[in-house]
Structure formats: C-alpha cells, structure tokens
Nanobody, 124 residues
Framework: VQLQASGGGLVQAGGSLRLSCAAS????????MGWYRQAPGKQRELVAM????????????NYADSVKGRFTVSRDYAKNTVYLQMNSLKPEDTAVYYC??????????????WGQGTQVTVSS
C-alpha cells in the first residue's frame, strides 16, 4: 500500500490550502485515514482523523483542538482519498503534514501506513 500526498505550499496568514492523499495497492478496507503534522523541533501531532464505521453514516472524526473550526477532513471513498481543507491558516500551522491510514488487506489484519509528507508554510 502507498499513500501519495499533495497540496502543500506557501500561503499568507488567513489563507487556505487543501491537502489530498490517495491510497493505492492491496486494500480491502480503510479503517481510518487522516493527517498528522510535525513542526520543526516538535513532536508529530494528530491534526484530524476519520474513522470508518460499519456504514458511512457511522464514520467518526476527531480534530486537534488547535484546528477545530478551521480545518475540515473529508474522504472520497471511491477514490480511497482523504482531504484536509485548511482555512484561516496561522503561522503556527506551519509544519510538514503527513497522511496516515490504517488499512486492512484481509479480514484479519490492520496495518498503519504513512505518506511522504508535504510542507505547509504560513507567512505572517
């Protein structure tokens, strides 16, 4: 399985960016898919994650407190893709953003995968 992320870049404070991450390979079920970030000198932290329920209506989402109300995570189930819409960006959002997924390729396993990281820089 591979995760291919895209969409990072440089934006002014108050601006918006949208990140995308597509999963490919041997996928039976995506159990969770979302985003982490790591700023220079800091630990990697969860930004937003979507957990797959029995039905799409049962999916759950959690966000870091620092991005609630500004970031929105969403999925295209047909394309095995997760998006992160980032609005009202702040300089403190500057980090490398990593796509993360928990994927089963059989009914009996669950593996964690990471994308390659995409840089988001917010200028003040």
């Amino acid at each position: 399985v591979q995760l291919q992320a895209s969409g990072g870049g440089l934006v002014q404070a108050g601006g918006s960016l949208r990140l995308s991450c597509a999963a490919s390979g041997s996928i039976l079920r995506i159990n969770a898919m979302g985003w982490y970030r790591q700023a220079p000198g800091k630990q990697r932290e969860l930004v937003a994650m979507m957990h797959t329920g029995t039905m799409i209506s049962d999916d759950s989402t959690n966000y870091a407190d620092s991005v609630k109300g500004r970031f929105t995570v969403s999925r295209d189930y047909a394309k095995n893709t997760v998006y992160l819409q980032m609005n009202s960006l702040k300089p403190e959002d500057t980090a490398v953003y990593y796509c993360n997924a928990q994927i089963s390729d059989s009914p009996w396993d669950n593996y964690e995968y990471w994308g390659q990281g995409t840089q988001v820089t917010v200028s003040s």
